[in-house]
């Protein structure tokens, strides 16, 4: 039985120390020991006109801190998939807003990637970490589609 308390231990310790990354502000946040996943979330906005099919990469920042490596992405019109990779040891995620688009993408732990995508019309769109507080500490960027 002692492996077991071990683990329901460690599982309450990971879960107190996502709680303690948000914010006090109501949130369905998940925390989970197994081991990191990529995520998959699809909107389509348009009709697909087969262009764009666009991947674009972006990271967290691997030291900690609530910001991605880049502040600002520019894409082409159509599908649009984003692929964060997240080699910091506090969870994080990617999302997009703007023009009626509202993609969560999931939460993932060290080493794992969230990814998302959306068939996209030019204009400006918002990007961010999905995480309770993260957005709010500035962990957000602009999505520039043409």
């Known amino acids: 039985m002692k492996p077991r308390r071990i683990y329901i231990a460690f599982s309450l310790a990971a879960v107190l120390a996502v709680a303690g990354c948000g914010s006090s502000s109501n949130s369905n946040s998940t925390s989970s020991s197994a081991p ?3 995520s998959t979330a ?3 906005t348009t009709p697909s ?3 764009g099919g666009e ?3 972006l990271s967290a920042d691997p030291s900690g801190a609530l910001k991605f490596d880049k502040s600002s992405l520019t ?3 159509g599908k649009v ?6 080699p910091s040891s506090v969870p994080h995620g990617v999302s997009i807003q703007g023009s009626g688009v509202d993609v969560e993408g999931k939460v993932v732990q060290q080493g ?3 990814t998302i995508s959306a068939t996209l019309k030019p204009g400006k769109y918002t990007f961010f970490c999905p995480v309770p507080g993260h957005r709010q ?3 957000q960027g602009t999505l520039t589609v043409q």
Do not use: D, F, P, Y
């Open 36 to 38: 990191a996943t990529t």
């Open 42 to 44: 699809t909107t389509n």
């Open 49 to 51: 006109s087969g262009g």
């Open 55 to 57: 991947k674009l990469s």
């Open 75 to 77: 894409g082409k019109a």
């Open 81 to 86: 998939t984003i692929a964060m990779a997240n």
């Open 112 to 114: 794992g990637t969230s």
């Open 137 to 139: 500490a500035g962990m």
